[in-house]
């Protein structure tokens, strides 16, 4: 048989968490909130908008992608300044926020702990 036997009840012969080649667990993408092509305006609407519902769920992290910019006019990105700023006058509903990880958008997006 293989090398996870199974017995009856479906029990294991051993731990598969105490295997080195076990898989890890991956950490669980949030929901997002999708800003990029938007306005100023409108990705500040669709924050005030669709943050505190997320708070209300009781939902620990969610996920804001702005983009990087490379849209704009100039190639500079406003919105990701503009995220950290309304982070930082909304403390009643985000606790932190920190860059996304490089496989779930990297400087294009952040990872808001919010105030449940």
């Known amino acids: 048989?293989?090398?996870?036997?199974?017995?009856?009840?479906g029990?294991?012969?051993?731990?598969?968490?105490?295997?080195?080649d076990a898989p890890t667990a991956r950490p669980?993408?949030?929901?997002?909130i999708f800003l990029?092509?938007?306005?100023?305006?409108?990705?500040m609407r669709r924050l005030d908008q669709q943050v505190p519902g997320?708070?209300?769920?009781?939902?620990?992290?969610?996920?804001?992608?702005?983009?990087?910019?490379?849209?704009s006019p100039d190639?500079?990105?406003?919105?990701?300044?503009?995220?950290?700023e309304w982070c930082g006058r909304h403390a009643d509903l985000v606790l932190d926020w920190r860059p996304a990880p490089p496989s779930w958008g990297g400087d294009?997006?952040?990872?808001?702990t919010l105030n449940v």
Do not use: N, T, W
């Open 1 to 9: 048989m293989g090398r996870f036997k199974s017995r009856r009840g």
């Open 11 to 20: 029990k294991q012969d051993r731990d598969v968490r105490s295997e080195p």
């Open 28 to 32: 669980v993408r949030p929901p997002e």
């Open 36 to 43: 990029r092509m938007c306005s100023y305006d409108e990705a």
């Open 54 to 71: 997320y708070v209300r769920q009781g939902r620990r992290e969610i996920m804001v992608v702005h983009g990087k910019g490379h849209g």
């Open 75 to 84: 190639g500079r990105g406003i919105l990701g300044d503009a995220v950290r």
């Open 108 to 112: 294009g997006a952040v990872v808001l």
